[in-house]
C-alpha cells in the first residue's frame, strides 16, 4: 500500500485531475483505479481557482469508490474551507462596518461560483474533514504553524475541537479561529528556532515528521513555481512542505510514502 499526498488545490481541478492521473490514481473516466492505496488531500481546496466545488465532489467520488477497493481517500482541513463554511454559515452578517462575511471571504479569494454551488452535501463533507491526522509516525496537517497545540493534547481532541467550532453560531469564535489559522512559516521562517517549535509539535502528539501545505514553497524557500515539482524537506527532516503553489503557476506534484 502506498500514501499519497497532494497540496494546497485552490479550485484547479484540471491539474489535480493530471496529478491524480499520473499517480495511476484515476482512470480516463475520472474513476478510482488506485485499488487499496489511499490519497490524502492536505486542505485548501478552495479560492484563487475556480472550480473548488469541482475538486471536492471529485474527492468525494473518489472517496466512496476508494472505500469500496479498499483503499481510502480523504482531506486535511485547510483554513479556505473554514473560510468558505464560514461564509455560507453567516453570509450577510456585519464582521466591520460597510463589510459583510461574504465580503470579507471575497478578499480572501473567495470565488463566487463555489458558494453558489456549495450545497449542505458538500458542507458536511468539509465539516467531517479531520484537522490532524497521523499515519504510522508522519503528522498530517495543514498549516505550518503552532496553535494546533492550544487546542488539545491529543489529535481526537483537537478534531473535536474543530468539529464543535464548525457547528457553532457564534461568529466571534469563527473569527478568532482563522486568525490563529492564518499564520505561517513557524518552522522555516524562524532560523533560530524553527527546529526546536517543528520538534516540540511532533513530541505533542507523538509523531516524528510533519507533513503540511499552507505556505506555498515558492513562497517559503524562494523557489520559481514552475521549478517545483517535489515535496520540500527542512528541519533536518522533521517537516515536508507538500504545497507546490499551484495557484501561482507550479505544476503541482503528489507526494508519496509508504508507512
Given amino acids: 500500500m502506498k500514501y499519497h499526498v497532494i497540496g494546497d488545490l485552490h479550485g484547479h481541478l484540471n491539474d489535480y485531475r493530471r496529478l491524480l492521473a499520473?499517480?495511476?490514481?484515476?482512470?480516463?473516466?475520472?474513476?478510482?483505479?488506485?485499488?487499496?492505496?489511499?490519497?490524502?488531500?492536505?486542505?485548501?481546496?478552495?479560492?484563487?481557482?475556480?472550480?473548488?466545488?469541482?475538486?471536492?465532489?471529485?474527492?468525494?467520488?473518489?472517496?466512496?469508490?476508494a472505500r469500496a477497493a479498499g483503499g481510502e481517500v480523504n482531506g486535511i482541513l485547510g483554513n479556505h474551507e473554514m473560510m468558505i463554511l464560514c461564509a455560507y454559515r453567516f453570509r450577510d452578517t456585519a464582521v466591520a462596518p460597510g463589510m459583510t462575511v461574504i465580503d470579507q471571504w471575497r478578499r480572501w479569494g473567495g470565488i463566487d461560483r463555489d458558494l453558489e454551488t456549495l450545497n449542505d452535501s458538500h458542507v458536511q463533507w468539509l465539516s467531517a474533514l479531520p484537522v490532524m491526522h497521523k499515519i504510522g509516525d508522519r503528522l498530517l496537517v495543514h498549516a505550518d504553524a503552532m496553535f494546533y497545540v492550544e487546542l488539545g493534547r491529543t489529535?481526537?481532541?483537537?478534531?473535536?475541537?474543530?468539529?464543535?467550532?464548525?457547528?457553532?453560531?457564534?461568529?466571534?469564535?469563527?473569527?478568532?479561529?482563522?486568525?490563529?489559522?492564518?499564520?505561517?512559516?513557524?518552522?522555516?521562517?524562524?532560523?533560530?528556532?524553527?527546529?526546536?517549535?517543528?520538534?516540540?509539535?511532533?513530541?505533542?502528539?507523538?509523531?516524528?515528521?510533519?507533513?503540511?501545505?499552507?505556505t506555498p514553497i515558492p513562497v517559503a524557500n524562494g523557489s520559481l513555481p514552475a521549478e517545483v515539482t517535489q515535496a520540500w524537506e527542512y528541519c533536518g527532516g522533521r517537516c515536508v512542505n507538500v504545497?507546490?503553489?499551484?495557484?501561482?503557476?507550479?505544476?503541482?506534484?503528489?507526494?508519496?510514502?509508504t508507512a
Fill in 22 to 65: 499520473g499517480a495511476d490514481l484515476i482512470d480516463g473516466n475520472d474513476d478510482w483505479c488506485g485499488g487499496n492505496d489511499q490519497l490524502w488531500l492536505i486542505g485548501d481546496f478552495f479560492d484563487r481557482g475556480r472550480y473548488g466545488v469541482g475538486c471536492v465532489e471529485l474527492s468525494m467520488k473518489l472517496q466512496q469508490q
Fill in 155 to 214: 489529535i481526537d481532541l483537537v478534531n473535536e475541537r474543530f468539529r464543535k467550532l464548525l457547528e457553532d453560531d457564534n461568529l466571534n469564535r469563527w473569527e478568532y479561529m482563522l486568525r490563529a489559522f492564518a499564520e505561517h512559516q513557524a518552522f522555516s521562517g524562524l532560523s533560530m528556532t524553527g527546529s526546536q517549535r517543528a520538534q516540540q509539535l511532533l513530541t505533542f502528539y507523538g509523531a516524528r515528521q510533519l507533513i503540511h501545505g499552507h
Fill in 243 to 257: 504545497d507546490g503553489g499551484i495557484y501561482m503557476g507550479g505544476p503541482g506534484f503528489v507526494y508519496q510514502f
